[in-house]
């Protein structure tokens, strides 16, 4: 079931692809499909370019300054989406953040993490370097050498 | 002018929701409530405090834990722990705001 999933999504547009699937929308085996497609996954209310909510608008903020690639969902657009997903997580609020299909948090954690330097190790640990610590290390190499 | 700025939307904030203001409300009921109920799921915590973020409407939280049930536990068990013992609660609200930590020996 999920090859045949896997061939539609490298062949047509993701919405189309996911309506191919033959998984019932919202069931685990969708929504295990949905945070296997991309490393970084995110479940939110609204669009990172029209976030519905300040808590996703909050995850959008701090992907944005980490320079993540993301894969998102409006849960907002599909009921079963949005109770699939809280059932799925065993996480009853939205936004939901998954990271190479391990879910690890909504938006305090990832405010948490990100105030911590712990998001961009935690990035790093699943090959994504995150803008924040390319820039570090640019500062590093422009700093005089010491005597 | 004041007729003017009462149609324009509120001015949108990144981080932090909008509050809307309820009248007649009981809001320090809500907050006692899940307080005991935080404090009966972790008896050993150390400080627990839950404050309605919601202008009063009782629709949305900000709880506090602190406890050694946490310790070694990632942070999103601890949140889960949390969720858990307030699950039945959670199902009114709009939003949770959760913070844990482990007490410093």
Known sequence: MFNSCLRQLNRQPLLVAIRHCSAEVGSNAYLENLVSKSPVVVFMKGTPDNPRCGFSNAVVQIMRMHGVQYDSYNVLDDEKIRQGIKEFSKWPTIPQVYLNKEFIGGCDILLQMHQSGELIEELRKNGIISSLLEEELEKDKSKPAEK | ?105
């Open chain 2, 1 to 105: 002018m004041k007729a003017l700025r009462r149609l324009l939307p509120p001015p949108r904030t990144a981080l932090t929701s909008q509050v809307r203001r309820c009248s007649g409300t009981d809001s320090d009921a809500g907050e006692a409530r899940l307080e005991e109920l935080l404090k009966t799921r972790f008896p050993t915590a150390s400080a627990v405090r839950v404050q309605d973020i919601s202008g009063g409407c009782g629709s949305m939280y900000e709880v506090w834990v602190e406890s050694s049930d946490f310790q070694g536990l990632s942070r999103v068990k601890q949140h889960r722990l949390i969720t858990e013992a307030l699950a039945e609660q959670i199902k009114d609200m709009h939003g949770l705001r959760i913070s844990t930590s482990v007490p410093e020996s």
